[in-house]
């Protein structure tokens, strides 16, 4: 099943902050976050593994809250840079960070204006 | 590192054609995985394989679908006959090994294919 991310879209103004969700109906065992650019292919951001573990990319910081069955994305700062479409994914199973089967969710699209 | 590779880069057709796209992971990289991705959604799996094997085809239209990945690199996605609804773009993606922790995806420029 496919996760559910909000909002669908935000535009912020460069240096502001934002936060994208990722919720899954089922269990969660991880958390994986990419960043695609327009006409280009995703890239990996992260992974998050059971445990509520936080992680940092640049700016971009995560959170995982398995009991709640969904993760958070924080961008702090925002630069023009960080403009895209985030997705998050979710693996078939119990593997722990594994990218085997990765369902990805419903895409959240970032702008950042000057 | 040479990154994913995939060819064409665009593609045109007309339904009821056929089409086929190749794919050369990373070097060393024993899972490949096939993804469809319609505009304005999120990339959805095809098809894994691990070394030739196929790990999961689940969501792979069989009907009209096929892959084969030959010796364990090259990897090759056919639509025949293709559909108005295929059109999307098709992602190659490959990885280090199945079951490591903190294992990402590298992903190729992708396929965009318009059906007619």
């Known amino acids: 099943q496919q996760p559910v991310q909000s909002p669908q879209a935000v535009i912020l103004r460069e240096g502001e902050d934002a936060v994208i969700n990722c919720s899954s109906s089922?269990?969660?065992?991880?958390v994986h976050w990419y960043r695609q650019k327009h006409g280009e292919a995703p890239v990996f951001l992260m992974i998050l593994l059971k445990g509520g573990e936080q992680k940092g990319h640049e700016k971009i910081s995560a959170s995982f809250n398995e009991k709640k069955q969904q993760s958070s994305l924080y961008l702090t700062a925002s630069q023009l840079s960080y403009s895209g479409t985030y997705f998050c994914?979710?693996?078939?199973?119990?593997?722990?960070?594994?990218?085997?089967?990765?369902?990805f969710g419903t895409g959240t699209r970032l702008q950042v204006t000057l | 590192e040479a990154g994913v590779a995939q060819s064409p880069r665009y593609k045109i057709i007309e339904k009821r054609q056929s089409v086929a796209f190749w794919c050369n992971p990373i070097?060393?990289?024993?899972?490949l995985y096939w993804y469809q991705q319609i505009l304005g959604q999120g990339p959805k799996l095809l098809i894994q394989f691990q070394n030739n094997g196929v790990v999961d085809d689940s969501q792979l239209p069989k009907d009209r679908f096929s892959a084969e990945r030959l010796k364990g690199v090259d990897s090759t996605l056919k639509i025949q006959p293709a559909k108005l609804e295929d059109s999307a773009v098709y992602l190659c993606?490959?990885?280090?090994?199945?079951?490591?922790?903190?294992?990402?995806?590298?992903f190729g420029s992708g396929t965009q294919l318009s059906v007619l």
């Open positions: 993606a490959s990885s280090l090994d199945k079951g490591r922790r903190n294992e990402k995806l590298f």
């Open positions: 089922k269990a969660l065992y991880s």
């Open positions: 994914g979710t693996p078939k199973g119990a593997n722990t960070g594994t990218a085997s089967k990765l369902t």
């Open positions: 070097s060393g990289h024993a899972t």
